[in-house]
Structures are given as structure tokens and as C-alpha cells.
């Protein structure tokens, strides 16, 4: 375990620097982290769990310690390294090595339950974030959620997006801190943008 954590590291430096912007973070999810994305899914849930970006696996192993099975897993991961590591590491499952804001390919996989995702959202557009994460919500059954952290104060989705967003909780344990955000498909694109108010008050999920 040891051994892992360190060569996750270091695959982890060496991605962050070829490409920076594309990683997003100075250091993998701590367990923490991944613990309490995880548990913003519902393991009993039918139908798969798409996960975007899932790294050196450290969400993809907490979901199935929550009681995921890995054949209902698919992640898609763009760096070529990390998506052969964790192919490796998690038997069961299904690991692409692709382009994760794909909608197109992405829809392929399905049907979900929930998607869960690490992509550096604050790192693109305004325009593609809110086309992207709408597009994604459509492949969810209503009130499935979309799960996303970031490490920005606001929301990684643009206002003008027709998303429901709520704060689920602040990760303190984690280097840098990260809020994580649960997305669901609004009403009607009239309907703007909400923060749950019961939840973005800097709820402590560790």
C-alpha cells in the first residue's frame, strides 16, 4: 500500500508537469476525499456509475469499499499512464483511456446511476462547463446526481447553466481543502442556478 501511495505520487508530479492546467490539483484526493465523494452515491442504485477523471483510483477504490461492485464502474480517464495503472489495479472495473467531456462517447456506456467526477472544471470556459455538465445531467435519470469537488469557493458551473447545484460539504483533510457539489437537471432552463441553503453552509464532511 505503501508502495502505491508513493508511485502515485510520483505518476501524479510528473503528469502535473507536462500539463498542468489538464490536472488541476498539486496532489491526488486524499482517502478522506474520496470517502466523502463516494458517499454522495447510492451503491443500491441500478445501473452503472461513470466516473470522469478518476486519476491514480483513489475515488474508484472508495466506491467499492462502499459497496460498489467494480463491473458497475466505468471510468474514463484522458492520461494514457494513469488509465493503465488503474486498469490494473481494479479488476472488474472498466477503464477507458479517452476524452472524459466527450458526451457523445461518454452516453455509449450507459444507462447510469450517478456520475462522479474530478475533472478541473474551473479550469475551462464558462460556455463549455455549463454545455458539458448539461449534457452529462441528460444521461441521469431524474434526481440522480452528479458529483463533482472543486477547490474554488464558488461553484464550477457558471450561473447560467441549467443545473441545480448544492453544497454537499467542505473536505478540510485534503491538500488543498475541496467543496463538493452535487449537480441535478433543473426544471426549466428559466429557472436559475440555486445553492441548496441548507447545505452551503460550510457543512464539514471531515
Avoid: C, K
Avoid at 472495473?93 to 444507462?111: C, I, Q, S, T, Y
Avoid at 462547463?129 to 452529462?136: C, Q, T, Y
Avoid at 445531467?137 to 458551473?157: I, K
Avoid at 475541496?178 to 449537480?183: H, K, M
Amino acid at each position: 500500500m505503501v508502495r502505491h501511495a508513493m508511485h502515485d505520487w510520483l505518476s501524479f508530479a510528473q503528469r502535473l508537469a507536462r500539463n498542468p492546467r489538464a490536472v488541476g490539483a498539486v496532489s491526488p484526493s486524499s482517502p478522506i476525499l474520496a470517502q466523502a465523494m463516494a458517499a454522495q452515491v447510492d451503491p443500491a442504485a441500478p445501473g452503472r456509475i461513470l466516473e470522469l477523471g478518476p486519476g491514480t483510483g483513489a475515488i474508484t477504490r472508495a466506491l467499492v469499499a462502499r459497496g460498489v461492485p467494480p463491473a458497475r464502474i466505468v471510468a474514463i480517464e484522458a492520461d494514457q499512464t494513469f488509465a493503465r495503472l488503474l486498469g490494473q489495479r481494479m479488476p472488474g472495473v472498466e477503464v477507458r483511456h479517452g476524452d472524459a467531456m466527450n458526451a457523445a462517447e461518454v452516453a455509449a456506456l450507459g444507462p447510469f446511476s450517478a456520475i462522479i467526477s474530478s475533472l478541473p472544471l474551473l479550469n475551462f470556459p464558462d460556455e463549455t462547463v455549463a454545455r458539458f455538465v448539461e449534457s452529462m445531467l441528460e444521461l441521469l435519470p431524474p434526481g440522480a446526481p452528479f458529483v463533482q469537488y472543486s477547490y474554488g469557493v464558488r461553484a464550477p458551473v457558471p450561473r447560467e447553466a441549467d443545473v441545480r447545484v448544492r453544497l454537499a460539504g467542505t473536505v478540510w483533510r485534503n491538500l488543498p481543502p475541496a467543496r463538493i457539489w452535487i449537480f441535478e437537471s433543473a426544471p426549466s432552463r428559466a429557472a436559475p442556478m440555486r445553492q441548496d441553503a441548507a447545505t452551503v453552509g460550510e457543512e464539514a464532511l471531515a
